[in-house]
């Protein structure tokens, strides 16, 4: 639950400070299941995704040092959690087993109709 | 696509200015159909509920002189925009047929998991 | 998924023939559950469900006898499911246990963000 | 995500011991809003709902002692949790504010189709 | 919201005349995002889909002059669609932007468990 | 709706006998479409996919010699699944025309948040 506005005539009404909820869904993908049978640990894979996600929760994404002078779309926080997630995988925050993921899809649902994602290799 | 904050300690974090996507379903209902076979002219339904809708879209509510001292939460919005359809049905913008309908249900929903709803009679 | 018309000019473009899938939900209310722990045997209401939308499947309904004169609209086709479910529990095709439920939600969805349905007593 | 069987011809092959997961909703209502203008606390109503289902959570219901001699469907289970919430909200775990909720509505969902929800006054 | 038939002894009761809903879902991909931050301009690439659909909502297909001879099947539709969007990216109804779009993939669900998709480069 | 126990400290509560219900969808892709117009006939996929999952439906898994030493997770039974099916198309219990599918993907829901599939050649 972020607040933002974006800058660029392409935006419209949404260059105004407004704001949106994202629903956040993680995909991990890999050719074979670790020992315990799974792609990826999916307790820890949850805790890793809210530590994520603390760090952008009820703010406002334009005082964001990190944010400063882009647009905080969709398509870009789905990268930004993408490439946290990716960090996370190689530091062994996820265990030991989760280093056999190839592939990693963050999706951001901004609603029942809209959405976006990034998706690449680990 | 709304920015707001909310003021007591119950809200933590929330009391920093975020946002809040929130997808809005309309239920009216009637004892018996109208002359067409319908419980109300959807066509007009959504017309009015978007005129309703464009004065919150994308906007900061802290903003909004009509919300002064208020935390507008979702079921505090809920009643809002009930409040005005039903107005909207009692003025003759929902057609006549509309004048049929004796209760109207507000939903806000936040996410797939949260919603609030206002529920009433016209 | 039928087939049909409209005749009232609050129709507009749904006057041409055309056609619609309705995703069916039935609600079961009864105060107290029966003696096997449950509001109505699942597999039998079931059964029963799909023998009444038999009469109503792959069909242009302006062809139909049942429904000459009238608008086939997604909130008289509720009501016409629920008249033909309420049969069927009175009749005891729904079993001995069903015969406690005191009332029945119909609700036909026309898609994820429009639906219409009929409640009433048994 | 629960195991059990069931006792009762009605079930068939669910008298075999077999499972479920269940994603549980709650819906609180009351007239007015409290003085923060919400209905209920969700941080506190969410964390009771979680105590209360901890409780249920990957177990063999068969082997529960509350429940011997039942058949653990999901109305039964709605009403379990309908019980602990309503107690949760009398002994005020739920905060002051929520005294003033008048009726719970929890549903236990078993899958995109299937659902069984118990309502009641507080 | 169409009508149609289909000819071809698999379809068994769909040879009848009938009908869909179909809510349609368009995924735009690209490797790299354009200069305001965005895959596509969603108010842009909603509007196009829009004019797409236009010629084919409320319409009885076995009447359109384009698809003489054909099955409208769910996964011929979505094609056809796909096709008609991929047009608009070439011409530039979707801005220059969207020039940038590498893949385009196009489903139609006819309800919240049957879908048909097509997917292919621009 | 079956029982089941994991094995494997990563798995805390859930090395308890617990359940789990799965919504299983599949999705099946070739290039070009059937002399139908259709990817596969949909009535065999359902019938088919019905069949496999016949022998899983309300048993208690750690009892199916099947599966003796196994972890039988949500992304494990996916892989099950899709090599039953596969084995169908390939022993043309699907109808000719399915020996023109080139890829299957089983997708099992465990819930609206959580699921696992498995995807790959026929």
């Given at each position: 639950m972020i607040a933002h506005s974006f800058r660029g005539e392409v935006f419209g009404p949404a260059e105004r400070l407004h704001g949106a909820t994202y629903v956040v869904d993680v995909a991990f993908r890999r050719p074979d299941l670790d020992d315990d049978g799974v792609v990826v640990d999916i307790g820890r894979a949850t805790e890793q995704l809210r530590a994520v996600l603390a760090d952008l929760r009820?703010?406002?994404?334009?005082?964001?040092p990190a944010f400063v002078?882009?647009?905080?779309t969709t398509e870009f926080l789905a990268r930004v959690i993408f490439d946290r997630l990716v960090r996370a995988i190689h530091d062994g925050s996820l265990g030991n087993?989760?280093?056999?993921?190839t592939s990693v899809c963050v999706t951001l649902n901004e609603s029942h109709v809209a959405w976006g994602s990034y998706e690449g290799p680990v």
């Open positions: 009820y703010r406002n994404l334009d005082d964001e002078g882009k647009n905080t087993g989760a280093r056999g993921v």
